[in-house]
């Protein structure tokens, strides 16, 4: 048996099996079915050349004409069912019916051994799949969907090779010595036909048919060199020594042909992709250098404009003081200037867990899983679409998450191409989640140096503050001094309400500024503290017993503490100090307006992945606190008060960070504020702590009686 023979069983074989698998993937719609039918015709053809081999008749002869005729029928109706054109009637499938009934007459005839019946049957065959792989070209260029012009691309590519090389083949009859590769080329087309007929909605179908292209491409190629080295260089008796010599040739050329393939394929077909691969390859390296969130956001979105690749982008950065996202830069249609994280929690979920979200293709998934009935997953998809719909004219694109430390999602970035549908194949969102992992990077960075130059600047500040105390707090406490003596005159001697008065105002003022000295002092050193077990009960207790004996006596304090609440680690006069600036604040928020304050203990469950917290909340039913004020609330010397310092707030976050915390706060301006105060629970106690039942005394700080 010769090698064309071979291969004619071996290529009938692989059609019948690809047509069968088709027929066998359950959902059989007429492109499956002609799709079948033209991979049947194929295989037939094959075998039947195979086994005209074994017994020359005549009956195989009108079998393989007929197969011949009915090929471009197949092929033409299949094409126009791949991507139908819109509101008219193919001419070609006319013109091909038209034509089927003569040339069918022919090969029946008894003339069909006649060279021009042959001729024209070549003519009819290679003539009709041309014009219909010619008019899938066009209308796959024409669609708006950016997968099906990828896919009908390659369809086209490797149907026209398949097609010149089995015309090739023919060449054989008339002697020229080419091996059959047209029977494998059609395989390979059917192959990626199958495919793309399965995977029809799937962006990365063309990643594996780019993949197989490369991998054909380059089999052929080392074939080549083979063929050229053993058959025509070599003859039977060298031919050992030229397949080692062909295998060392392909040893070496291997890495450099397959780069070579791979940099020609991809420019022919993904020339997109290697446009946005390189602008990204470049805003990484950029970025590489970039520690302001500013400068990193230009660069981002200037990289993908750049690569032409999108209609528009944004890029939304989380508010440092809620949860909430906001619009950072972008360019195309305007985006909301903010994302709600309420409104947007479904999507905001999944991008917890995932690293991007594409909302296309999840619709296209919606649409096509609504028709086999409801499903958890369907719904959880749904929640995430109707999420989507805040991002308005950003519903459709890719969603992707930058995260910040402990892998919170701190930025979202929107990309979206409204000239095409299935805009981004999979391979485009990792090179745009890449781009993301080095933001996430810039933002640590950043943070990481904000920090530092937050910690040089407190550095300079206590020094500074160190210098002042010193200078300011003797003349203070003299002035102070001297001003009481003034206002307790001697027995006998009379002092004018004027001057009594003025007195009043000195020791006040005196008093205030030693305050705000202290508060800067306090800010400025590091913290003294001494963490230990805590009961927060008894320090809130504590707290509003020397509050109530204070200035506040008057206010209406309501306390409801939860039962059996874990120790924290914290400083227990710290804390009272936090809770102290927190409730004092809320009063002076509530005075006047009434409605009181109420402070609250409870314990907070661990979810997935969390551990279990305690919250103190002061609650306020006072005048509330804007956007504007709630973004700079915990910023050193911000303050919306007269006699404010705008230090208790900054010096309460640090030590409650310090314990491993965090302080939260809602309010809705003109309703009230909640300050909530939420520590890690359950700390490990490997020593019993002298007051674990009540509040520990930390050497080094006053002690606190546990109240
Ligand atoms: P100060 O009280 O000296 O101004 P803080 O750091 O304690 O400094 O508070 C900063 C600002 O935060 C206040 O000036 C006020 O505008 C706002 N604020 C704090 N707590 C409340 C509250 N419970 N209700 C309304 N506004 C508040």
Redo the contacts with the bound molecule.
């Keep these: 048996m010769d090698l064309r023979t071979r291969t004619s069983l071996f290529c009938g074989a692989l059609a019948l099996a690809i047509a069968v698998s088709i027929l066998l993937r359950g959902r059989r719609r007429r492109a499956h079915l002609y799709f079948a039918a033209f991979a049947a015709d194929i295989g037939l053809w094959y075998v039947t050349q195979w086994a005209y081999h074994f017994v020359r008749s005549e009956v195989w002869v009108r079998f393989t004409a007929v197969l011949a005729v009915l090929l471009p029928q197949f092929a033409v109706h299949l094409f126009e069912v791949l991507v139908p054109q819109r509101d008219k009637r193919s001419t070609l499938l006319r013109v091909a019916g038209v034509l089927m009934v003569p040339m069918m007459v022919l090969v029946l005839s008894p003339e069909h051994k006649h060279g021009l019946v042959r001729g024209a049957v070549m003519l009819y065959v290679f003539g009709l799949i041309s014009a219909g792989l010619w008019s899938l070209a066009l209308r796959g260029e024409r669609s708006r969907s950016r997968a099906t012009q990828q896919r009908v691309r390659f369809l086209v590519v490797v149907g026209a090779l398949a097609a010149v090389f089995t015309l090739a083949d023919f060449l054989w009859f008339v002697g020229a010595p080419l091996p059959p590769v047209g029977g494998v080329l059609s395989i390979v087309f059917l192959f990626i036909l199958a495919e793309s007929m399965i995977r029809e909605r799937l962006v990365d179908l063309y990643d594996i048919l780019g993949r197989l292209l490369v991998s054909t491409a380059l089999a052929f190629t080392l074939a080549g060199i083979f063929y050229v080295f053993v058959v025509l260089v070599g003859g039977f008796s060298t031919m050992y020594l030229n397949a080692i010599l062909a295998a060392i040739v392909i040893l070496v050329l291997f890495d450099p042909l397959r780069d070579k393939v791979e940099q020609y394929i991809h420019l022919a077909f993904f020339s997109e992709r290697v446009d946005l691969d390189r602008a990204i390859a470049k805003a990484r390296q950029q970025l590489a250098h970039v520690l302001e969130t500013r400068e990193m956001m230009q660069v981002a979105l200037s990289a993908i404009e750049a690569s032409r690749r999108a209609t528009a982008a944004a890029l939304y950065l989380r508010d440092p003081t809620g949860p909430d996202f906001e619009l950072g830069q972008a360019f195309g249609p305007t985006p909301p200037p903010r994302i709600d994280s309420a409104t947007a929690r479904p999507l905001l979920d999944r991008l917890g867990s995932k690293a991007s979200v594409p909302l296309e293709l999840i619709r296209h998934g919606v649409i096509e899983r609504r028709r086999g009935g409801q499903t958890l997953a369907l719904e959880a998809d749904e929640r995430v679409l109707a999420a989507a719909e805040v991002l308005g004219p950003y519903k459709n694109g890719v969603c992707l998450a930058v995260r910040g430390e402990s892998e919170a999602v701190v930025g979202v970035l929107l990309v979206v191409d409204d000239r095409v549908s299935d805009a981004f194949s999979s391979e485009d969102v990792a090179l745009l989640e890449a781009l993301c992992v080095q933001m996430s990077v810039v933002i640590e960075n950043s943070q990481q140096y904000r920090r530092m130059q937050e910690r040089d600047r407190l550095a300079a500040l206590g020094q500074m503050a160190a210098g002042l105390a010193h200078e300011v707090k003797n003349p203070l406490g003299a002035i102070k001094g001297a001003a009481q003596l003034l206002a307790e005159p001697e027995e006998g001697t009379v002092t004018d309400p004027h001057s009594k008065e003025f007195l009043g105002i000195i020791l006040e003022e005196v008093d205030r500024l030693d305050r705000v000295v202290g508060?800067v002092l306090d800010y400025a050193r590091p913290s003294k503290g001494n963490p230990g077990a805590v009961d927060v009960n008894a320090v809130v207790r504590r707290t509003l017993q020397v509050l109530s004996s204070a200035q506040h006596s008057d206010h209406d304090v309501t306390v409801e503490l939860g039962d059996g609440l874990p120790l924290v680690r914290a400083d227990a006069e710290q804390l009272r100090q936090v809770l102290m600036?927190?409730v004092?604040?809320?009063l002076?928020?509530?005075s006047g307006k009434g409605g009181g304050v109420s402070v609250s203990t409870r314990c907070r469950p661990g979810g997935p992945g969390k551990n279990e917290c305690i919250e103190i909340a002061?609650r306020?039913h006072?005048?509330?606190?804007t956007p504007q004020?709630l973004k700079?609330?915990?910023v050193p010397f911000?303050?919306?008060?007269e006699?404010?310092?705008?230090?208790?707030?900054?010096?309460?976050q640090r030590l409650v960070e310090e314990w491993g915390g965090r302080i939260e706060v809602v309010?809705q301006p003109g309703a009230?504020?909640t300050?909530s105060v939420v520590l890690p629970a359950g700390i490990e106690l490997t020593t019993p702590l002298p007051g674990a039942t009540g509040l520990a005394t930390a050497p080094g700080t006053p002690g606190v009686e546990p109240a």
């Excluded at 006072?622 to 606190?625: L, N, V």
Aim: hydrophobic share 40%.
């Design positions: 508060s600036n927190l004092q604040n809320a002076q928020a509530t002061v306020d006072g005048t509330g606190i004020v700079s609330l915990f911000f303050t919306t008060k006699k404010g310092t705008g230090l208790g707030l900054a010096i309460s309010s009230g504020s300050f």
